[in-house]
């Protein structure tokens, strides 16, 4: 099937503007991950989401960044009153959770947020 | 937290030599030690994995090995090809409980010349 797909591709927005970034996982992952790679860095981590609830928010920076993943499935990261510092390649990444099984964490090709 | 220190930031090879990239991690309970692949405006790709069970792990041209004792792991390809140019990203995390995100390391840029 289809991987993980993330729309935007690019989002450009003006400094205290609210933005929305969407990831589609790959069908049957049950786990979800936001990271956000600054140029030159590798991702950092954001949240994970097991199933609708989110199991990990310790990576948000601050109360001005929020993710829901309302049916278990897609996930929307949600930003408000953007700043410049936001600038930054949002990944989504997602794997599959159970018995057996390791973290095998596959990404989306990222949205390139840019603040001005 | 996990810290992942990785080495070298930047590596130059003349095609079909041999390239290393080398780890290490802070945190004993981590098990799982991804390496992730990324090519100029695309995501990481996974290209091999290697789980605390086992001392290393061979695909092609491609092998991982891990030194739990010394928190260490490195991946080494073989027979590199200009199409291996790409930023190479190792990571690590824990595979239960709630911490089950990946730390990465800083990147390896990696140039094969032809």
């Known amino acids: 099937g289809a991987g993980v797909s993330q729309t935007p591709s690019n989002k450009v927005t003006e400094k205290g503007k609210y933005v929305e970034l969407r990831c589609d996982p790959i069908?049957?992952?049950?786990?979800l991950y936001w990271y956000r790679q600054s140029l030159g860095q590798g991702p950092e981590f954001l949240i994970y989401?097991?199933?609708?609830?989110?199991?990990?928010d310790s990576g948000l920076p601050n109360d001005r960044f929020f993710a829901v993943r309302p049916e278990g499935s897609v996930s929307t990261l949600k930003i408000q009153r953007t700043e410049r510092g936001d600038s930054a390649v949002y990944l989504c990444?997602?794997?599959?959770?159970?018995?057996?099984?390791?973290?095998?964490?596959?990404f989306g090709p990222g949205t390139r947020l840019t603040v001005l | 937290g996990e810290n992942v220190e990785q080495h070298p930031s930047t590596l130059s090879v003349q095609e079909g030599d041999s390239a290393v990239i080398k780890c290490t991690y802070s945190d004993s309970a981590s098990n799982y030690f991804p390496w992730y692949k990324q090519e100029l405006g695309k995501g990481p790709q996974l290209i091999i994995d290697?789980?605390?069970?086992?001392g290393e792990k061979k695909d092609q041209r491609i092998a991982v090995t891990l030194n739990k004792t010394a928190k260490h792991f490195s991946l080494h390809i073989t027979e590199t090809q200009p199409e291996d140019s790409a930023v190479y990203f190792c990571a690590a995390s824990r595979s239960s409980g709630s911490a089950r995100q990946l730390t990465f390391g800083s990147g390896t840029q990696l140039t094969v010349l032809p």
């Open positions: 069908s049957g992952h049950t786990a």
């Open positions: 290697i789980r605390s069970n086992v």
């Open positions: 989401f097991q199933g609708t609830g989110a199991a990990d």
């Open positions: 990444a997602s794997s599959l959770m159970g018995l057996g099984t390791y973290n095998e964490q596959f």
